[in-house]
C-alpha cells in the first residue's frame, strides 16, 4: 500500500481529489506540429466528409482549419506544411464532419500532451459516429 500512495503522490494525486478525472499536472510548454490525416472510413455514407476540428486550449477554443478538409475513405492529407503550435501543458482536439442541412457530427476528441515531447510520431483517433480517422502528430 506504501508503494501505491508513493506513486499517486508522484502523479499530483493528493487526498480529496480521489473523483477528478486527470491529475491537471504541469508539463510545461511545447510545440505541436501535425504530420497528417488519413481517413479510413467516413462518417457520411453518400458525400465526403467536410473535416474540422474545434481546438480547445482550457482558456479558450477555436475552429481550424477555416475551410473544411473534404476527406474519402483512404484519403490522407499531408498536414506537415501546417505552422507548428504553441501549446502549454496540454490541448484538445475535437473533430467534426460539417454538414450543411442538419448538426455538425462529433468524430471525436483527442488530447494531445507536452507529455509527450520527443517520443516521436504520435497518433490520435477519432471513432465517434461510425467514422475512423487517424491524427499523426509530433510534439516537442
Known amino acids: 500500500m506504501g508503494n501505491l500512495l508513493v506513486f499517486l503522490l508522484t502523479l499530483g494525486w493528493m487526498p ?4 477528478s478525472e486527470t491529475f491537471n499536472q504541469d508539463y510545461g510548454t511545447c510545440r505541436l506540429q501535425l504530420i497528417g490525416l488519413k481517413c479510413i472510413v467516413t462518417e457520411g455514407n453518400i ?3 467536410a473535416i474540422y476540428f474545434k481546438i480547445d486550449y482550457g482558456d479558450y477554443a477555436e475552429e481550424w482549419p477555416k475551410s473544411r478538409m473534404n476527406m474519402s475513405a483512404g484519403a490522407y492529407m499531408d498536414l506537415r506544411e501546417v505552422n507548428s503550435i504553441a501549446i502549454d501543458g496540454s490541448v484538445t482536439f475535437n473533430m467534426w464532419d460539417d454538414d450543411t442541412f442538419d448538426p455538425d ?5 483527442a488530447m494531445l500532451s507536452c507529455r509527450d515531447a520527443g517520443a516521436g510520431e504520435k497518433v490520435a483517433s477519432f471513432t465517434e459516429d461510425g467514422a475512423h480517422y487517424k491524427l499523426y502528430y509530433k510534439v516537442y
Open 105 to 109: 457530427d462529433f468524430l471525436g476528441s
Open 47 to 49: 458525400t465526403a466528409d
Open 16 to 19: 480529496g481529489n480521489a473523483g
